[in-house]
């Protein structure tokens, strides 16, 4: 869920929550592929956690620590840090660096992926964000049980703007209105590639998340789903990307699954393209651009698509 386009160079995204200069730079050689490119600047590291709003009480994630200095600044603010981070090397450093200090009680590494990782609960997330999960990562965060009050997360400038843009702009797309229909997000600094060490190839941003409450009453499943109809080609009407067989024949499957369940009788001259057009034109979204669609518009889509048992999950 919650795909993106394929970036031009994966190993771009900067990570690693470190700050101070030289210290640690040069103790390991870094793993771009993993996206390790050290934040060198103390005043951004100090922006992102002020962001956060961290209560004394509140239990943060971090996702990449690094060799600790941004972690050094969350355990100063939160009653505890889980941190998760891929590469061992950084795992026992970032370790190594609370250890013995008052903070060390406050600590706890999860060596492993944070996309796969059965996650303790959290109030707060805070990440650099490589670019191979940056959609996963804000999807799983949102789709958590409790999911957490804020999350500040650095990401590549595109996809940062994807993730704000709003109906008719340029980078609007499938990525935005999904997101925007279960959190607020805020773009809150850019992050230029001179601030990390060695720099990275792209522009960085900093945004804010923070889940709607209440949730919204819809399954994220039937949401994404109508959105991957829709934006399929965002520029084009929305009545095209119905036009697909592959599409007709999944809405017409649930269709009959649907009746199946209510135990509704089925006419033999049953189309599922004709119900589709009616409930197009009815609610005037026929020839409409997902890229010019907000909301409410999509929400209208799904109530029709409903009333006549079309589901998309």
Not at 7 to 24: I, V, Y
Not at 103 to 128: H, M, R, T
Not at 157 to 182: H, I, T
Not at 284 to 303: H, I, N, T, V
Request: net charge positive; hydrophobic share 40%.
């Amino acid at each position: 869920m919650g795909k993106t386009p394929t970036p031009r160079k994966k190993d771009a995204r900067p990570r690693g929550g470190n700050t101070g200069g030289s210290e640690k730079l040069n103790i390991f050689k870094m793993n771009t592929g993993l996206g390790q490119h050290m934040l060198k600047n103390p005043l951004i590291a100090q922006g992102i956690v002020d962001k956060a709003d961290i209560k004394p009480s509140d239990v943060v994630l971090e996702v990449g620590p690094g060799t600790g200095n941004l972690t050094m600044k969350i355990l100063e603010k939160a009653r505890k840090v889980i941190a998760v981070e891929m590469d061992p090397r950084m795992a026992a450093e970032v370790t190594k660096r609370a250890m013995g200090k008052p903070e060390q009680k406050k600590l706890e590494v999860i060596l492993g992926d944070v996309i796969k990782a059965d996650l303790p609960y959290f109030d707060i997330c805070i990440s650099n964000t490589p670019y191979q999960i940056s959609s996963p990562l804000v999807f799983k965060l949102l789709n958590l049980p409790r999911p957490p009050r804020i999350s500040v997360l650095m990401f590549q400038r595109e996809f940062a703007l994807r993730l704000v843009a709003r109906p008719g702009d340029e980078l609007y797309c499938r990525l935005s209105a999904n997101v925007q229909m279960w959190a607020t997000v805020t773009h809150v600094m850019k992050v230029g590639k001179n601030n990390f060490r060695p720099p990275p190839q792209v522009e960085s941003s900093v945004v804010k998340i923070e889940p709607k409450n209440p949730r919204p009453p819809i399954s994220f499943e039937e949401w994404d789903g109508l959105l991957r109809v829709c934006f399929v080609r965002k520029n084009r009407t929305i009545s095209a990307g119905f036009k697909s067989s592959a599409v007709t024949d999944i809405l017409r499957k649930n269709y009959l699954a649907s009746c199946s369940q209510k135990d509704m009788m089925i006419t033999d001259d049953f189309d599922i393209n004709a119900m589709i057009t009616e409930v197009l034109q009815e609610t005037g979204m026929a020839e409409k651009r997902a890229s010019k669609c907000d909301e409410a518009d999509f929400l209208k889509l799904l109530y029709s698509f409903h009333q006549v048992n079309i589901h998309f999950a």
